[in-house]
Nanobody, 124 residues
Framework: MVQVAESGGGLVQAGESQTLSCIVSELDFEIPVMAWSRQTPELEREPVSCLIWDSGRPFYSDSVKGRFTTSRDKGRNTLYLQMTALKSEDTAMYYC?????????????????WGQGAKVIVSA
């Protein structure tokens, strides 16, 4: 069964940068798209970015556009999220998943469960 696992995260100061990784394992099909989302206890899950795997074209939510960059390493089946100029409101659990298509930054159809998540805490 295909699995995704996020890594990275931790505590950073506001204004600093951090990179998350998402590794795909037990893959037996071509990845159409992959996406990042985030969630806090107070809010519903928020889409962060969605990336078309073959072309590498990313889509971003307005809240992270210009600060976050999503990329992938096809050979390593790994998705990345490079976060810069972090703000306290970026504090959340970050999750990745594989899906069928992007609807902007949102995963329009999801093939896998979200991973266990990587916690990012941004202190002011």
């Amino acid at each position: 069964m295909v699995q995704v696992a996020e890594s990275g995260g931790g505590l950073v100061q506001a204004g600093e940068s951090q990179t998350l990784s998402c590794i795909v394992s037990e893959l037996d099909f071509e990845i159409p798209v992959m996406a990042w989302s985030r969630q806090t206890p107070e809010l519903e899950r928020e889409p962060v970015s969605c990336l078309i795997w073959d072309s590498g074209r990313p889509f971003y939510s307005d809240s992270v556009k210009g600060r976050f960059t999503t990329s992938r390493d096809k050979g390593r089946n790994t998705l990345y999220l490079q976060m810069t100029a972090l703000k306290s409101e970026d504090t959340a659990m970050y999750y990745c998943a594989i899906g069928g298509s992007c609807d902007g930054a949102r995963l329009a159809s999801r093939y896998t469960s979200w991973g266990q998540g990587a916690k990012v805490i941004v202190s002011a």
